[in-house]
């Protein structure tokens, strides 16, 4: 092992490390502060989100320093405005992280698996994200989520991407996107050489530092795939175009 990558390794190891031990102990000292001294279970919530969102950044910026990663951010222009329903890929084990990290008042939906990660219990339950286990509520508490400003971060795989096959996205996502009316802010997500993906334990430290791009796209209006009475067919639509638009963007990358 090169020292190059033996450091790679040794940070990525110190970055998780602290991620996990962070992820536990900082919602047990920050959470009960909360509920004393923010009464509206609203206005606690959002500031759950605004900590979360601090501390996922602090992160990246630690990860960048220590030479793990590289990220570059555009198009941040595009997240001017509130109630945002964000679709992102998902081609690594950070995605969540980083875009929580720049989009302000962030809501996510989460793998309800995830609550029961002790790294990752305290600030979702903080920040009350939104579980994928009962997709009737799950879209009640979007188009909720969304009317009250917040911006919705959906990864419309559903997990991460496998590497070199087509992108195939869940129906999931359009379903949210057609019921509450929303448009969708596309955003695409690249990472090379490819690392911390679904094939890629995150201690496989890659050969290089890992780059990982960060573009935020033009909203796409939904208009065109929205009838009077939405049908599956609508849906499904909508999905195929989706699938289309981002193995195009990605393409070009």
Request: charged share 20%.
């Amino acid at each position: 092992m090169s020292l190059g990558k033996y450091w790679r390794f040794s940070a990525t190891f110190f970055c998780f490390m602290t991620f996990g031990i962070g992820g536990m102990t900082l919602p047990l000292i920050v959470r009960p502060l909360l509920w004393v001294v923010i009464r509206n279970p609203l206005q606690r919530q959002r500031t759950g989100k605004r900590m979360v969102h601090y501390s996922f950044r602090a992160f990246v910026e630690i990860m960048q320093f220590l030479g793990v990663i590289r990220y570059r951010v555009s198009g941040t222009e595009n997240l001017a405005k509130t109630g945002q329903l964000i679709l992102a890929n998902h081609p690594t084990l950070i995605d969540v992280v980083l875009l929580i990290a720049f989009v302000k008042n962030a809501d996510c939906v989460v793998k309800e698996s995830l609550f029961k990660n002790p790294a990752t219990y305290g600030a979702i339950t903080m920040a009350g994200y939104i579980t994928n286990d009962s997709p009737a509520k799950m879209l009640d508490k979007v188009a909720r989520s969304l009317q009250q400003g917040n911006n919705v971060i959906i990864f419309p795989e559903g997990t991460r991407t496998t590497l070199n096959e087509p992108l195939k996205l869940k129906r999931g996502a359009a379903n949210i996107a057609l019921t509450s009316s929303s448009d969708i802010t596309p955003v695409i997500i690249t990472c090379s050489p490819p690392a911390l993906s679904k094939e890629h334990r995150w201690y496989e430290a890659a050969d290089e530092r890992v780059n990982l791009s960060i573009d935020i796209r033009d909203s796409i209006n939904i208009n065109q795939f929205s009838q009077s009475e939405r049908t599956s067919h609508s849906s499904r639509q909508l999905t195929r175009y989706l699938e289309w638009y981002f193995s195009e963007a990605l393409a070009l990358h």
